[in-house]
């Protein structure tokens, strides 16, 4: 797992994903972990494919 570091600027270290993978742990359980995830996954699936169709959609621009 690689870590993206920003320092000041706010990135996320290995800790930080650490900490917050044990909180949501904690708060939602071990038997919703899965299921989030896979929502997430087809979330991100849509998105990318709602954007591959915007893109089709776009009419050509005109020309100068």
């Not at 690689?2 to 600027?9: D, E, L, Q, R, S």
């Not at 972990?33 to 997430?40: L, R, V, W």
């Not at 699936?45 to 005109?62: Q, R, S, T, V």
């Amino acid at each position: 797992m690689t870590a993206v570091h920003g320092g000041a600027k706010g990135g996320f270290g290995t800790t930080e994903i650490v900490i917050i993978a044990v909180v949501a742990l904690v708060l939602f359980g071990p038997s919703k972990i899965p299921e989030f995830a896979k929502q997430c996954g087809r979330a991100v699936n849509m998105f990318k494919n709602g954007l591959k169709k915007g893109i089709a959609d776009d009419p050509p621009a005109p020309k100068a």
